[in-house]
């Protein structure tokens, strides 16, 4: 049961995807302006991640594995995170059209996003089972929801603020998130 407490820890902030793998940059930096935006995406990349590791575990056990065919399951693992990023922005565009417009390009974006792949190659990588690797996509994606939402926070509060000009903008905001980045390095010596 421990081990299974510390895949959850440790894919949300041991080995937080964005602040400490630097995967998922373009998203992170281009929704985090909106705090509804980033949450949104936060739930969309849960349920995108944590779906797509369940099915790629599965596909990779079952079916890539046993036939010999390893070397196919980046490409399949793409056809898998694909599929389901259609099946959330036909959802988001249905039921939540300003959650779906706020969102924009970026949505789509989940599809590339390489920390969705990362996710699925690494739970492979480990050798962890189908618990293991549900687990792993989980903790990671509330990891990325974690970090998007706390930079949309200070993204937020850095508006209301005065700001020398050479640092308005993008440079803040990589500050910002070098920050973050440092302050999660903290959550490294964590164990049970």
């Known amino acids: 049961m421990n081990s299974l407490i510390m895949i959850i ?3 949300a902030l041991i080995n937080n995807v964005v602040l400490n793998q630097f995967l998922g940059i373009c998203s992170f930096l281009g929704v985090s302006k ?6 949104s995406l936060g739930g969309a990349v849960i349920f995108v991640i ?49 959650v779906y417009k706020a969102l ?21 990588q480990n050798g962890y089972n189908f618990i293991e690797c549900v687990l792993s996509g989980f903790g990671t994606a509330v990891g990325y ?10 993204r937020a509060r850095m508006n209301e603020k005065d700001i020398p000009a050479p640092l308005r903008g ?13 302050a999660f390095m903290g959550f490294g010596g964590l164990s049970f």
């Open 170 to 182: 993008a440079p803040i905001v990589m500050i910002a998130a070098a920050l973050m980045s440092i």
């Open 50 to 98: 944590t779906i797509a590791s369940a099915v790629a575990s599965l596909l990779y056990d079952y079916v890539l594995a046993p036939l010999g065919l390893d070397f196919m399951k980046t490409i399949v693992f793409i056809l898998v995170i694909a599929a389901l990023v259609q099946i959330v922005e036909m959802f988001l565009k249905k039921t939540s059209p300003a």
């Open 104 to 124: 924009g390009i970026y949505l789509p974006l989940i599809t590339t996003n390489c920390a969705v792949l990362g996710v699925a190659l690494t739970n492979v």
């Open 34 to 39: 909106q705090m509804k935006a980033s949450a």
């Open 9 to 11: 820890i440790g894919g």
């Open 145 to 154: 929801t974690i970090a998007i939402v706390l930079l949309a926070s200070i």
